[in-house]
């Protein structure tokens, strides 16, 4: 009895580790503070992308913006997550953060608050992105990896930081996932 115990134990614990984690359900902050999840944007297609204002790929917030207003009506949401852990290159608080992104860029999509992306300090959705069930593994590299989550909340691509947001590769992954 006990041996049957052990393994049942032993099951039903690998086969919750082997689950992906329900993205949709990890508790965020926006810019501004406040509670939130990526369930606000349930059956929706969401580009996450862990930015930063004094990187060299800063720029990447104009095409964000480009491709936030060309597929926001099909669906897409950008939510962009700041983060300090490469080179100190988001060293500004919320609020900084927020007035640099809408006055340099006119950035409308959503922002979260700053978190960290890499190590044992990282985010739980940063966990969930990078983490061996995820599809995707591997540390987040550096600023500007974007992470394309389907409507059903799962992790569907992830895209390294020297890829663009209006490169083929990413609008053909967001079409695809839209369908």
Known sequence: MRLFLALATFLTLSMHAAESPNLLTIPLKDIDGKEMTLAAYQ????????????????????????????????????????????????????????????????????????????GKAAHPLFVAFTGKEAGHPGPVSWNFNKFLVGKDGKLLARFDSSVAPESAELQAAIEKALK
Do not use: H, M, W
């Open 43 to 118: 059956a929706k297609v969401v580009l996450v992308v862990n930015v930063a204002s004094e990187c060299g790929y800063t720029a990447q917030y104009e095409g964000l913006e480009a491709l936030y207003r060309k597929y926001k009506a099909k669906g897409l949401v950008i939510v962009g997550v700041p983060c300090n852990d490469f080179g100190g290159q988001e060293p500004g608080t919320e609020a900084e953060i927020k007035k640099f992104c809408s006055s340099r860029f006119q950035v409308t999509f959503p922002l979260t608050s700053k978190v960290s992306v890499k």
